[in-house]
Structures are given as structure tokens and as C-alpha cells.
């Protein structure tokens, strides 16, 4: 009788006499633009590298970061770098215990290249690979250097050719 009256108890005052589910995490806060604080574990962003790094291609099937290979990570937005998202990047070097990438974009910039130019950005065309499963070509943008964090890339996509490679080291040196 003595369960009955508690189990009434509980059903009275809304309780189903399960233990309380646990308390749910928030959910990760994003700007307008879909932006999302780092991934939980990764260092807190140093900022963009400046000036002209130290550029190498190095890729080697060794399931390691190298440069010369596209990876998805984390890459945090220019005007708050508290805040980014998932994006593929190709590595061009290492600065300390970073990496050092440019973000690649499918988003096609020559048709808008005054207003890219007027707003400082430059970009260069690298085609397509394996780091965009839709197969569409990309461009990667080098007078931004990225800092990007080992333990915070999420895959490998491919490794881009040599010839392609150049020619973005190239355009580096030449905004830089």
C-alpha cells in the first residue's frame, strides 16, 4: 500500500516515477551566418599568420597532415574568430606546433572579382578534387593564412597536384 501511495504521489505531481532525465547540453551558439564556437578540446585561436611563410610541398600517405594536402577542420570567421565553421583547407606549411592553410570555397569569385579585389580578397582557381564529394571546382584564397589546430581536423580530402600546388605558393608570395 505504501508503494501504491508514492507511485500516486508521483503521478499526481507529474512525476512518472523514472529517475529526471539529465539535464540536456545547450545548444551550440551560432551566428546569423552559421558560425559556431571551435569544437570542443581545440586551443583557443592564436589569430591569422602574417607575412610570408615558410611554403613546402610535402604530402605523404601517412594518414598525417602535410603540406600539399586538402583537410576539413575548423576555420574561424575573419571578423570574429571566436566564432567559424567546417570548411576544407589546403596546407602550405607550419608555424610551431600549427598548421598553416588557405581556405578552399566552391563559391565562383571571378564574377565578382572587382568588388573581391576592392574588399581585399584574392583568389585562386585549383579545380576540383576529393575534398568536394559533389565533385565542383573550387578556389582557394591566399592573402589569408590560417593557423589550424592538428588535433582539429576532422579528414583528409586529397592531396593536391604539385602543378596546382606552385601556382597558389605562387600567388602567396606575390599579395604577400
Not at 571551435?38 to 615558410?54: K, Q, T
Not at 579545380?127 to 578556389?139: C, I, N, T, V
Request: hydrophobic share 30%; aromatic share 6%; charged share 30%.
Amino acid at each position: 500500500m505504501n508503494r501504491f501511495r508514492q507511485a500516486l504521489g508521483r503521478l499526481l505531481r507529474g512525476g512518472s516515477g523514472a529517475p529526471p532525465a539529465p539535464p540536456r547540453p545547450a545548444p551550440p551558439r551560432t551566428t546569423a551566418d552559421g558560425g559556431q564556437p571551435p569544437p570542443d578540446g581545440m586551443r583557443r585561436y592564436p589569430g591569422d599568420y602574417r607575412g610570408v611563410p615558410a611554403i613546402d610541398y610535402a604530402p605523404k600517405p601517412d594518414g598525417q597532415p602535410d603540406p600539399g594536402e586538402v583537410v576539413w577542420t575548423w576555420v574561424p570567421f575573419e571578423e570574429d574568430n571566436t566564432v567559424g565553421k567546417d570548411r576544407p583547407v589546403l596546407l602550405v606549411g607550419s608555424d610551431g606546433d600549427w598548421l598553416l592553410g588557405v581556405m578552399l570555397t566552391s563559391k565562383d569569385h571571378d564574377h565578382d572579382a572587382r568588388q573581391e579585389h576592392r574588399a581585399g580578397r584574392a583568389w585562386v582557381d585549383v579545380g576540383s578534387g576529393g575534398w568536394d564529394r559533389s565533385g565542383r571546382p573550387s578556389e582557394v584564397r591566399v592573402n589569408r593564412i590560417i593557423r589550424v589546430d592538428p588535433d582539429g581536423i576532422r579528414r583528409e580530402g586529397a592531396v593536391l597536384a604539385r602543378t596546382r600546388f606552385e601556382e597558389v605558393a605562387a600567388a602567396i608570395r606575390q599579395v604577400r
